[in-house]
């Protein structure tokens, strides 16, 4: 990847273009950038939910989610430079060997739930929801531009991983889940 930022502004961007890694220039609403922006938007929202986990002791769900942060980038390089591969299928298949041992402990889920209960676990299903954000900007470019490698599988899986890690957040805070109270239907 040899490339460096010594320099923050360019100036190339000013008419509404921005390069990608590999030299061509594209608007900056094409399907490229939107889905580099959300990916960015997700890690960045995934470090607020590290920092709190880090902050309330919880080590074992930030060892398991803190190197998403560095697979996202990964997948933000994916983006900015087609030709690039940095990911692969053992890093999907850890997100689904943490999802399994975190969903054997938790058990099946009996009703919905809400994004409450602290503010960790709002925020571990705030990522969830930019995660599949994440994935549907990626599904738009890849309907335009077809994406080679495990990215779609990843993010898929990381937003699986995300649902779980907000429940096993609630569980290890002694924090029980808030289940969804339908509205009652009006009489007739």
Same mark, same amino acid.
């Given at each position: 990847?040899?490339?460096?930022?010594?320099?923050?502004?360019?100036?190339?961007?000013?008419?509404?273009?921005?390069?990608?890694?590999?030299?061509?220039?594209?608007?900056?609403?094409?399907?490229?950038?939107?889905?580099?922006?959300?990916?960015?938007?997700?890690?960045?929202?995934?470090?607020?939910?590290? +920092?709190?986990?880090?902050?309330?002791?919880?080590?074992?769900?930030?060892?398991?989610?803190?190197?998403?942060?560095?697979?996202?980038?990964?997948?933000?390089?994916?983006?900015?430079?087609?030709?690039?591969?940095?990911?692969?299928? +053992?890093?999907?298949?850890?997100?689904?060997?943490?999802?399994?041992?975190?969903?054997?402990?938790?058990?099946?889920?009996?009703?919905?739930?809400?994004?409450?209960?602290?503010?960790?676990?709002?925020?571990?299903?705030?990522?969830?929801?930019?995660?599949?954000?994440?994935?549907?900007?990626?599904?738009?470019?890849?309907?335009?531009?077809?994406?080679?490698?495990?990215?779609?599988?990843?993010?898929?899986?990381?937003?699986?991983?995300?649902?779980?890690? +907000?429940?096993?957040?609630? &569980? &290890?805070?002694?924090? +029980?889940?808030?289940?969804?109270?339908?509205?009652?239907?009006?009489?007739?």
């Amino acid at each position: 990847m040899g490339y460096r930022l010594s320099k923050i502004y360019t100036r190339t961007g000013d008419k509404g273009e921005t390069g990608l890694g590999d030299g061509r220039r594209v608007p900056k609403d094409h399907p490229r950038i939107e889905a580099i922006g959300e990916v960015d938007s997700l890690n960045s929202q995934l470090g607020v939910l590290l +920092a709190g986990l880090v902050e309330q002791g919880l080590d074992e769900v930030s060892a398991v989610l803190a190197p998403c942060q560095h697979r996202l980038f990964d997948l933000g390089g994916e983006l900015a430079m087609p030709s690039y591969q940095a990911l692969n299928l +053992a890093e999907v298949e850890r997100l689904e060997a943490a999802i399994d041992v975190w969903n054997e402990e938790l058990g099946p889920l009996k009703n919905f739930i809400l994004p409450s209960g602290s503010a960790l676990v709002a925020q571990a299903h705030v990522c969830r929801c930019l995660a599949r954000s994440t994935e549907r900007r990626c599904q738009q470019l890849n309907a335009v531009e077809p994406l080679e490698g495990v990215g779609l599988a990843y993010i898929n899986r990381l937003s699986d991983l995300l649902f779980v890690a +907000a429940r096993i957040i609630g &569980r &290890r805070q002694g924090i +029980a889940e808030v289940l969804w109270q339908p509205a009652e239907k009006p009489q007739s």
